[in-house]
């Protein structure tokens, strides 16, 4: 392309970029709908939040990657976050500023959830609807039932429920963790999945085992494990004389031979699986309808 055409293009994307007002993007945001298709809407538009904060190094190593597909705009929580699932803040103001590394902008530290920087920055601070949320990656795995302990899948779900396809993305705790490896791989996956998954909106959770960073196995698509933590406390005595407790809860076994996200990351596969946020029952709903059931 000659330079003279770069130059047309980029005047015409801020011109469509202008023209778009805010009062505009605010309400194809509640409506769900996609931006106007112009040209430089074909750039992927992407949201990046975590649940480990806006300094781990997990999201930093995702933001280069995921660059190399379009636009990242990076809205993560102040302070680490992992464990708290989908909470939201509501009684309190969400604290939120721009954070930089010299003249380099790491993005925007939101004093809240993962699904609070999801909701705020939809409302306030990507340039347009993101056509793609990664949450990520996270220093863990997000397997089994932890998913519905895990801010980073919360995350993802929030993002679903915007209509955006969304993905959660974690990494095998280690002490010395390669998350540009990891970040690598897991683009691979996203363009994949981006590809090959129809028009509809997904939700998936993506979880990758250290093994597979140095001896690549392949990917599963499997359903999440449903086997128990197992729950344990550590009692201990602070100087004063009151109890206190640390959770010593360990990662499930995986059991049977039905194949999980637990039994296939032990096997050392990376792990795909797609998720629903409607927890209703279904099946069940005919059957309770028959009860016959009345207010007392």
């Given amino acids: 392309m000659h330079e003279a055409q770069v130059v047309a293009l980029l005047i015409i994307e801020q011109i469509c970029r202008l023209n778009y007002s805010k009062s505009q993007r605010l309400a194809d945001r509640t409506r769900g709908r996609r931006f106007p298709s112009m ?20 999201l930093a190593a995702m933001q280069r990657e995921l660059a190399k597909m379009g636009d990242v705009c990076v809205v993560a929580p102040a302070t680490e976050q992992s464990g708290v699932a989908h909470s939201i803040t509501y009684l309190s103001p969400l604290i939120a500023k721009e954070v930089y590394d010299n003249d380099r902008c790491r993005g925007w530290a939101v004093e809240g959830s993962p699904a609070d920087c999801v909701k705020i920055a939809l409302a306030e601070f990507c340039p347009r609807r993101p056509d793609l949320v990664i949450s990520g990656i996270n220093g863990g795995l997000n397997a089994g039932i932890n998913v519905l302990y895990s801010g980073t899948v919360a995350a993802a779900i929030e993002g679903a429920f915007f ?39 997904q939700l998936f959770n993506l979880n990758i085992p250290t093994r597979a960073l140095q001896e690549p196995r392949g990917l599963r698509v499997v359903p999440i494990g449903v086997t128990r933590w197992g729950e344990g406390f550590e009692k201990r005595i602070d100087p004063r004389g009151r109890p206190y407790f640390w959770a010593t809860g360990r990662t499930p076994e995986p059991v049977g031979e039905k194949e999980t996200d637990l039994l296939a990351l032990a096997q050392g596969y990376v792990t795909l699986t797609a998720l629903d946020y409607d927890l209703t029952r279904h099946d069940m709903l005919p059957r309770m309808e028959a009860w016959g059931l009345e207010l007392p």
């Fill in 163 to 201: 209509e955006i396809t969304s993905i959660a993305v974690s990494l095998e705790y280690d002490e010395h963790p390669h998350f540009d490896k990891a970040a690598r791989l897991a683009r691979g996956v996203i363009e994949q999945v981006l590809e090959k998954k129809g028009p509809e909106l």
């Fill in 39 to 58: 040209l430089w809407c074909s750039h992927v538009q992407i949201l990046l939040t975590n649940d480990d904060g806006i300094y781990a190094p997990g």
